[in-house]
């Protein structure tokens, strides 16, 4: 029963095709739709920056693969298709330059520029004004060691 699933149905076993591959369903919607590309690479990108790099690395993998390849990509940074599949992988652990030199490709490959812009986190609490005796001694400090008033 090589390639199909089974279900139990009343203590019966009956066999059920598998549908299509979720890798090869992501790679038909990747070739066939660049917004669904642009988001998918977008995705990648910024679960990097919020410190998933597991999920960044496996969505940048899955990218590549359906996109330009690992070869082409090889070519392009002058590093082994080994390589750079390893560093994308489950344990692989790549060193910044490598990451943004990637990326920096990838964006350029797509017709694409990321851009990152400061916003404030809705959890942050509004900074409460300084209270007399905080000022206070803000101001003895600044007395003390002028240094401190640039900062």
Same mark, same amino acid.
């Given at each position: 029963?090589?390639?199909?699933?089974?279900?139990? =149905?009343?203590?019966?076993? *009956?066999?059920?095709? $598998? *549908?299509? @591959? #979720?890798?090869? *369903?992501?790679?038909?919607?990747?070739?066939?739709?660049?917004? #669904?590309?642009?988001?998918?690479?977008?995705e990648?990108?910024?679960? !990097?920056?919020?410190?998933?790099?597991?999920?960044?690395?496996?969505?940048l /993998? @899955? #990218?590549?693969?359906?996109?330009?390849? #690992? *070869?082409?990509?090889?070519?392009a940074?002058?590093?082994s298709? =080994?390589s $750079?599949?390893?560093? $994308?992988?489950p344990?692989?652990?790549?060193?910044?330059?490598?990451?943004?030199?990637?990326?920096?490709?990838?964006?350029?490959?797509?017709?694409?520029? !990321?851009?990152?812009?400061? /916003?404030?986190?809705?959890?942050r =609490?509004?900074?409460?004004p300084?209270?007399a005796t905080?000022r /206070?001694?803000?101001?003895v400090?600044?007395a003390?060691?002028?240094?401190?008033?640039?900062?």
């Amino acid at each position: 029963m090589a390639g199909l699933q089974t279900a139990k =149905k009343e203590r019966k076993v *009956t066999p059920m095709p $598998l *549908t299509r @591959d #979720f890798k090869e *369903t992501i790679q038909a919607r990747v070739r066939r739709d660049a917004g #669904f590309r642009k988001a998918l690479l977008q995705e990648g990108i910024q679960n !990097f920056l919020a410190g998933d790099v597991e999920t960044g690395k496996l969505i940048l /993998r @899955d #990218f590549i693969n359906a996109t330009i390849g #690992f *070869t082409k990509l090889s070519n392009a940074t002058h590093r082994s298709t =080994k390589s $750079l599949m390893r560093m $994308l992988g489950p344990s692989g652990n790549p060193q910044a330059r490598n990451l943004f030199e990637i990326v920096a490709y990838l964006q350029e490959a797509e017709g694409l520029r !990321f851009e990152l812009r400061q /916003r404030r986190s809705p959890r942050r =609490k509004k900074q409460r004004p300084l209270s007399a005796t905080a000022r /206070r001694s803000a101001r003895v400090a600044t007395a003390r060691w002028p240094r401190l008033r640039g900062l």
